[in-house]
């Protein structure tokens, strides 16, 4: 919803200026600058990217027109899945929640817990390394070495599509001065026509440019930021995983090892310590 709301403040403060300077709002519409310089984008947009990177960024793309899954009610999910699965290693042994992490879609502890379970990627890495745990073949700071491996894996990974947008973003001016030299290059073949045409013509070379840079720094690139901030935001779940996981190989109770995934959040999704201790107990 916000993307909508920036993207009319753009038109309306750009156009609207223009007009109410006296421009003529026709002038600027120029169907064929957009086809050279949106042609041209598109193009170098499959060229420079692996099929991989291309299927990655038009799966991400709609997620910019949404509002963040990662509200403070989903961390303290998460908060409240792992502390019931460390009490229930803390009273039961390691060995208790086998069962639960080879199906956690039939464990009748992650069922609990909807929104942790509507994300994969979450419940994969959640369940990848309780099984390393349970197995007992890695001390805590060999898992941690490998969980900052898995987590920044995942970061790059993640990250492509807002890179993609950025590179697209920055090539767009430059297809503006495309558009405008073939314009210009049009005006020049046409020196015979009468002055008022020939002023028309210069003045639609001249939008090749303004479209250009208006679609990289009011519309694409834009779109990068959002979703790079969009990856920083999704990580702080894997590290919320990581820093309560190690707590708890350390020796702390299931409580504390909470606390400390708990430090690891935002401030603006953080709950309070009481807060959280209260949904712990809600959901148990």
Do not use: W
């Not at 073939?182 to 009468?194: D, F, I, K, L, R």
Request: overall charge negative; hydrophobic content about 50%.
């Amino acid at each position: 919803m916000l993307v909508i709301i920036g993207y009319i403040v753009v038109v309306g403060a750009v156009f609207g200026g223009f007009a109410l300077a006296g421009g003529h709002l026709g002038a600027l519409f120029q169907p064929l600058e957009l086809l050279m310089i949106g042609g041209g984008a598109l193009g170098a947009f499959f060229v420079g990217n692996s099929g991989k990177a291309l299927k990655a960024t038009l799966k991400a793309l709609p997620s910019v027109f949404k509002g963040s899954k990662y509200s403070k009610d989903m961390y303290m999910e998460l908060m409240a899945l792992l502390y019931e699965l460390l009490s229930k290693v803390r009273k039961e042994g390691l060995m208790s929640i086998e069962g639960d992490i080879e199906k956690p879609e039939e464990s009748p502890v992650f069922s609990k817990y909807p929104k942790i379970m509507s994300d994969h990627h979450i419940i994969e890495f959640l369940a990848d390394y309780l099984r390393i745990m349970v197995s007992g073949n890695l001390n805590s700071m060999e898992i941690e070495n490998l969980m900052e491996v898995e987590i920044e894996t995942h970061h790059h990974e993640a990250l492509v599509p807002a890179h993609v947008i950025a590179k697209v973003g920055d090539g767009l001016p430059a297809f503006g001065i495309v558009a405008a030299v073939m314009g210009v290059v049009h005006t020049m073949e046409s020196v015979g026509v009468p002055p008022s045409e020939l002023g028309m013509l210069i003045a639609h070379a001249l939008v090749g440019t303004f479209l250009g840079i208006l679609l990289a720094y009011g519309f694409v690139g834009p779109l990068g930021g959002l979703l790079e901030q969009k990856v920083e935001e999704s990580s702080k779940m894997f590290q919320t995983i990581k820093v309560t996981l190690l707590a708890s190989l350390n020796g702390y109770a299931p409580a504390m090892a909470v606390e400390f995934g708990r430090k690891v959040l935002y401030s603006t999704e953080r709950p309070g310590f009481a807060e959280l201790e209260e949904h712990v107990k809600q959901k148990r």
